[in-house]
């Protein structure tokens, strides 16, 4: 690609993990619809020497542009806009006009939040997020922190630097107008389509793909082709330019023909397959989850619109509650025990029944670490759908810790969903 981009995501709390990188993999997502290929996203504390690394290391791969995102707010760990100006040769100095308009931004959300603060302390904040590198574009907030395009001073190489803010909210609401700043524009010149696919594969192994793709790599080139495998779904996604077309058409013609009976989609993702199962057929589904807690629940209700397909779930975890809540037999519990098929199925018919849906999903199981026996040691799960056509029944033996057991259990549960909604390869 002719244009390349870089971007640094800036804070300790990002760096230990205390809060999840949102940003990065946005930006990265945002700029390949551009058309332009980001080969490093960089995460670094607020110590500015390793800022100014992380800015010299993405401008010695010849990138046309770095993002910044973070590190523009009132307090002194906020350094990236002092930064970044001494990087690009323009040192930073108060814009009376910025700072007016950031105070009134900072004294309406203090009012309509019933927050008060020292006068002088407000005001040193307020002033310190008004400090621009010279020559540097300003960019309105969105919330309390303008944005930055710096380029490089006269007479320097180097990319420009487009600084945005840490919120997702605030990054996402001020993109807009970063890119369509002319130098952003200027920086992005000669980027042309990128265009990426995604194919997803259902009990497929990393090795099995491998031994493919290797044999068939000279009919490939031209293709970036990457994996990767979770909770038992391999997602293959692969990046390529336009004239590089028909070795892609190549490579769908060949995992389709070598991968027919694991193959599940060419796009959507799993849950979007479900919801629009759901949606087209005109069903409704309800939920009794015992080891998984709600989480499949939770899974479905989590795309908008789904109120009208998803009628409602019961966590039952003790015995009582399968039975007052749901209709288990007592007598099936005490033959079987809670965690078997056919307290699986009960519960599938029992969230059917008790909600009026069209399918029912019964998930019974042991997630550990404790509670394991010789016969149902941890990780022993059994899952039920029962739909218009009759019950589909799964036994499981996960691997894993407790987080890892309820998650493939989900993921599976998701999978019957499929099978029974628009069919495909088999759970």
């Known amino acids: 690609m002719s244009a390349r981009a870089g971007i640094v995501v800036t804070g300790t ?31 670094v504390g607020d110590r500015p020497e390793d800022m100014q690394g992380a800015l010299a290391f993405l401008a010695g791969t010849g990138v046309s542009l770095v993002i910044t995102s973070g590190g523009l707010g009132p307090t002194a760990d906020d350094l990236t806009a002092e930064v970044v100006g001494e990087f690009q040769g323009r040192p930073s100095a108060v814009d009376p006009a910025l700072e007016q308009r950031i105070a009134v931004v900072v004294e309406r959300l203090m009012a309509r939040r019933g927050w008060r603060a020292d006068p002088d302390a407000t005001a040193a904040g307020v002033r310190k997020q008004a400090q621009v590198p010279g020559g540097a574009m300003v960019l309105e907030p969105v919330g309390t922190a303008p944005g930055l395009v710096v380029p490089p001073s006269d007479g320097r190489d180097g990319p420009t630097v487009l600084v945005l803010p840490g919120p997702p909210s605030e990054l996402q609401g001020m993109w807009p107008a970063a890119v369509a700043a002319e130098p952003v524009q200027q920086a992005l010149a000669g980027r042309t389509e990128l265009r990426q696919e995604t194919v997803r594969l259902w009990g497929t192994l990393e090795a099995e793909l491998a031994v493919v793709l290797r044999d068939h790599d000279a009919e490939l080139s031209g293709l970036e082709v990457t994996t990767c495998i979770r909770e038992g779904e391999l997602e293959i996604v692969t990046r390529y330019a336009p004239e590089a077309q028909p070795a892609y058409d190549r490579l769908g013609a060949l995992l389709t023909r070598t991968f027919d009976h694991t193959l599940f989609s060419t796009g959507p993702t799993l849950d979007e397959i479900v919801a629009t199962g759901f949606a087209e057929r005109g069903l409704t589904v309800a939920t009794a989850e015992s080891c998984t807690g709600g989480m499949l629940a939770a899974r479905l209700t989590e795309r908008p619109g789904s109120s009208a397909w998803v009628l409602g779930g019961v966590t039952a975890y003790a015995n009582s509650a399968k039975e007052q809540l749901l209709g288990v037999p007592a007598d099936v519990l005490a033959e079987h025990g ?90």
Do not use: Y
């Open 338 to 427: 809670a965690v078997s098929p056919e307290v699986a199925l009960a519960l599938a018919e029992g969230a059917r029944a008790r909600f009026g849906a069209d399918v029912g999903v019964g998930i019974t199981g042991v997630a550990g670490p404790g509670g394991g026996t010789a016969d149902k040691p941890v990780g022993t799960v059994h899952l039920c759908v029962v739909g218009p056509e009759g019950p589909q029944l799964r036994a499981l033996r996960l691997p894993g810790s407790r987080a890892v057991v309820r998650e493939r259990s989900v993921t599976m549960a998701m999978h019957l969903l499929r099978v029974l909604l628009v069919g495909g390869p088999p759970a």
């Open 13 to 43: 709390e990002v760096l230990t993990g205390r809060v999840t990188d949102r940003n990065g993999p946005w930006l990265a997502e945002q700029l390949r619809q551009l058309g332009v290929d980001v080969g490093h996203v960089v995460l």
